[in-house]
C-alpha cells in the first residue's frame, strides 16, 4: 500500500480532518493510474527532440513551406496596411473561396474525376481573388460608395457564391471527398514537396515584384495623388499591389487556410508598425516577425498533433502583436507611457523652476528666499503635487528647501534662466511672426518650451536676432506672480492689480 494510500484511509477515519478523504483517494487513483502509462513528459520531449532536429520528413517540408510562407505574407501586408487597405486581402481570401468550388465544378464536368487537381483549383482561386479585387476597385472608382462599403460588399456577396458553389459540389457523388473545406481552413500537414516547390517559386516571384517595385508602392502608400500629378501610373501600381495579395493568398491556402490568411497579410505588419517609422526596416520585421509565427505554428503542432496548424500560426502572430503593441520601442504601451511619465515628471520641474524665477524677478532677488505660499499660489498646484515636485527639485540640486521658504541653487539659477529665457524667446516669435496677441501667447509657449533646444534654440536666436549669451528678454505680457494682486508688466516692473 502505497503511502498516499495509508494517509487516505486514516483520514477516513479522523473526524476532524474527513474533508481530504475525497482529494487523496482521487490522487491515489491518479497515481496508480500514472504508473501504469509512459511518461507523458518523456514522450512530449522526444517530440520536441524530433521537431527540432527535423527528424521527420514532412516536418522539414510543411516547416520550410509555412516559413516562406509567413515572410511574404509579412511583407506584402506591409503595404496593405500603409495603404489602408487591411480589409483586401479578407475580400480577395473570400473571392477566392467560390473560385476554387467554381473550378472543382469545372473540371468534373469536363473530366470527371480530376476535380481534386491542384493545379486546377489554384487557376481557380486565383481567378476569383482577381475577381474580388477588381471588383473592389470598380465600385470604388465608379461609384461614390466608400472603401469599407466595396469591401463589405464584395466580400459577403462572394462568400455567398463560394458556400452556394460548395453546396452543389457536396451532392455530387464526389463531392464528399473533395476536401475543398481543407482550403477554407487549411491543412498544412497535408503539404508535399511539390506543394512546397510551388509555395517557394511563387513567394520568390512576389518578393522580386516588391523588390523591384518597392520605391513605387512607397510612393502609392503615402502620397498618392502626389504620384498621379507627376506621371506614375499609379492606378497600375495599385493593381499589382492587389495581384500581389492574390498570390499570398492563394499561397497560404493550404497552410492557414482562405479565411485565416488575411490575419498573415496584417497582423505581423501591424505588429512591426510598433518597432519603426521606416518602411525598409517595418517590412523587414514583419517578414521576421511571419516567418517565426509560422514556424512556432508548425512546431508546436507537430508535438501536438491534434491542435491545428493554421490556427496555432495566427495565435503565435497575434501574442507577437500584443507584445509588440505593450513593448515596441516605438509606439508601445509601455515605452510611450514611460517616455510620458519622465516628461510629466521634467515639465513639473521645470514649471517650478520658471514660477521661481518669475517670483522672484519681481522681488529682485533670484539668490533669496520665497515662501512656498507664494509659489503654491503662482503655479495652482495641490499641496501634495508641490510637494512631490520640491522634493524632486531637492533630489537634483535645483532648489534648497528650508521650512516653509525655498530658494535657488546655482545650478537651478542657471537652469530658471535658460527656461524662462526659451519660453520668452518663443513668445516673442508667435507675436512677431504668428501675429498672436501678447496675452494669448503664454499657454502656446507652455507647451513646447520643454522642447526647444539645439537648432530650433539657434534658429530661433538668428530670427530674432538674439544672441547666444544673451540675458533673459522681458517678457512680453504681465505675468502673474502671486494670486491675486501682484503681478509683473511687460516692462518688468511689478504693479498691483485693481481691487488690491
Not at 456 to 475: F, G, K, M, N, W
Request: hydrophobic share 50%; net charge positive.
Amino acid at each position: 500500500m502505497t503511502v498516499v494510500a495509508r494517509v487516505a484511509r486514516w483520514c477516513r477515519g479522523t473526524a476532524t480532518i474527513w474533508w481530504l478523504s475525497p482529494a487523496l483517494i482521487y490522487l491515489t487513483s491518479a497515481a496508480s493510474q500514472a504508473s501504469e502509462l509512459e511518461d507523458p513528459p518523456t514522450r512530449w520531449t522526444e517530440g520536441l527532440y524530433r521537431v527540432v532536429m527535423l527528424r521527420d520528413y514532412n516536418t522539414r517540408v510543411v516547416l520550410a513551406g509555412a516559413t516562406v510562407m509567413g515572410v511574404t505574407a509579412g511583407v506584402v501586408g506591409v503595404f496593405m496596411l500603409l495603404r489602408k487597405r487591411a480589409l483586401l486581402g479578407d475580400v480577395v481570401s473570400h473571392a477566392a473561396f467560390p473560385g476554387v468550388a467554381i473550378a472543382y465544378l469545372c473540371a468534373e464536368l469536363t473530366s470527371p474525376g480530376t476535380g481534386k487537381t491542384l493545379s486546377y483549383l489554384l487557376v481557380g482561386a486565383t481567378v476569383g481573388g482577381v475577381f474580388g479585387a477588381m471588383a473592389t476597385s470598380w465600385i470604388r472608382r465608379a461609384t461614390r460608395v466608400k472603401d469599407d462599403a466595396a469591401l463589405a460588399i464584395v466580400l459577403s456577396v462572394l462568400f455567398g457564391v463560394g458556400i452556394t458553389a460548395l453546396s452543389i459540389v457536396q451532392r455530387l457523388e464526389t463531392g464528399n471527398a473533395a476536401g475543398l473545406t481543407n482550403f477554407i481552413y487549411g491543412k498544412t500537414a497535408s503539404m508535399t514537396w511539390s506543394d512546397l516547390k510551388l509555395i517557394v517559386i511563387a513567394s520568390v516571384v512576389v518578393a522580386g515584384v516588391v523588390m523591384l517595385l518597392f520605391k513605387e508602392l512607397t510612393l502609392l502608400c503615402f502620397d498618392e495623388q502626389f504620384g498621379a500629378s507627376h506621371g506614375w501610373p499609379t492606378a497600375s501600381i495599385d493593381m499589382c499591389l492587389n495581384m500581389l495579395v492574390v498570390a499570398v493568398c492563394v499561397i497560404g491556402m493550404q497552410t492557414v487556410g482562405l479565411l485565416l490568411v488575411v490575419a498573415m497579410l496584417i497582423i505581423p505588419a501591424a505588429a512591426a508598425r510598433f518597432w519603426s517609422d521606416r518602411i525598409g526596416t517595418m517590412t523587414c520585421i514583419a517578414g521576421g516577425f511571419g516567418a517565426v509565427s509560422s514556424a512556432t505554428g508548425v512546431v508546436v503542432s507537430s508535438i501536438v498533433p491534434d491542435l491545428a496548424t493554421g490556427a496555432l500560426i495566427v495565435l503565435f502572430a497575434a501574442s507577437l502583436f500584443v507584445g509588440s503593441m505593450l513593448f515596441g520601442v516605438r509606439q508601445g504601451l509601455v515605452p510611450r507611457g514611460y517616455l510620458l511619465f519622465r516628461l510629466r515628471r521634467k515639465t513639473a520641474i521645470h514649471h517650478l523652476l520658471r514660477a521661481f524665477y518669475e517670483a522672484a524677478e519681481v522681488r529682485t532677488q533670484l539668490n533669496g528666499q520665497l515662501p512656498t505660499s507664494l509659489l503654491l499660489s503662482h503655479l495652482g498646484w495641490k499641496e501634495r503635487t508641490f510637494a512631490g515636485v520640491a522634493k524632486r527639485g531637492v533630489r537634483k540640486r535645483l532648489v534648497r528647501r528650508d521650512g516653509q521658504e525655498m530658494s535657488l541653487t546655482e545650478l537651478g539659477q542657471r537652469e530658471s534662466a535658460r527656461i524662462v529665457r526659451n519660453h520668452r524667446l518663443w513668445e516673442l516669435y508667435l507675436i512677431r511672426y504668428a501675429d498672436i496677441a501678447p496675452t494669448h501667447v503664454d499657454r502656446d509657449a507652455d507647451q513646447i518650451e520643454h522642447i526647444i533646444e539645439g537648432d530650433i534654440l539657434h534658429e530661433l536666436e538668428r530670427t530674432l536676432a538674439q544672441s547666444a549669451d544673451q540675458e533673459v528678454p522681458q517678457s512680453p505680457h504681465a505675468v502673474a506672480v502671486s494670486h491675486p494682486s501682484a503681478v509683473v508688466s511687460g516692462d518688468g516692473q511689478s504693479t498691483k492689480s485693481e481691487g488690491s
